[in-house]
């Protein structure tokens, strides 16, 4: 009796051991696949964070303007109220159109003026204009209309009147003979290109620019 006791105890054991191991394996196959599952939602999260970021920085990347003609289209030699230049473009690498008021333009001018006494020399005064791109058209308009468009598309050319006296008419870019200037096209979320030219003496309008 005592011996068919002992047998059936240690059947016992060995049968709580079997189903100890069994719900320990799985427990680890639960958390296995619980690992699994959380490691493939990473991964995938972490490759779509790549690709957006990868089509945010290529639409930057293209968003690049192509300047084709930047020419004086209008000089005042007696102050900045009718200096206006003229601009034709176009956004050939761009993957989406642009809003046309998303790209803008600043004019820093380096004006040699008369220092003021007692010092001697030529002073250097930097003062700016700026505005954006919104009265842009295409190239069978006057290049000065606000509502013509509202946005650039790669396969079409454009041109502007470029007002100097903007912003609303507090613009502080004069054109003047022998002055020095930088001329910035910045699209938002974009690139951003300069043009960099000098003024000499003489100059008038259809001055080109690029030259």
């Known amino acids: 009796m005592c011996l068919y006791m002992e047998e059936s105890l240690y059947l016992n054991d060995r049968a709580e051991f079997a189903l100890s191991a069994m719900v320990t394996m799985i427990m680890i196959l639960l958390f296995s696949a619980i ?6 939602m990473m991964v995938e999260k972490a490759f779509m964070e790549s690709r957006g970021q990868s089509v945010q920085q290529s639409e930057t990347i293209n968003s690049v ?14 102050g900045n109220t009718n200096d206006r230049l003229y601009l034709m473009f176009k956004f050939p690498y761009a993957s989406n159109s642009i809003p046309d008021t998303n790209v803008k333009w600043a004019m820093l001018c380096d004006i040699n003026d008369t220092a003021t006494p007692p010092r001697t020399g ?6 700016y204009s700026s505005g954006d791109f919104d009265s842009a058209t295409e190239l069978i308009s006057n290049g000065n209309d606000d509502a013509a468009l509202d946005e650039f598309n790669p396969t079409t050319y454009y041109h502007i009147i470029i007002e100097l006296s903007e912003p609303n008419g507090e613009g502080d870019c004069d054109l003047v003979e022998d002055m020095s200037s930088t001329f910035v096209i910045a699209v938002e979320n974009g690139r951003t290109t300069e043009l960099d030219f000098h003024l000499p ?3 008038g309008a259809g001055y080109d620019l690029m030259s």
């Open 65 to 78: 303007p192509v300047v084709l003609a930047f020419e004086i289209e209008e000089f005042d030699s007696t």
């Open 122 to 127: 030529t002073a250097h005064t930097l003062v």
């Open 35 to 40: 690992i699994a599952g959380l490691s493939l």
């Open 201 to 203: 003496a003489g100059v």
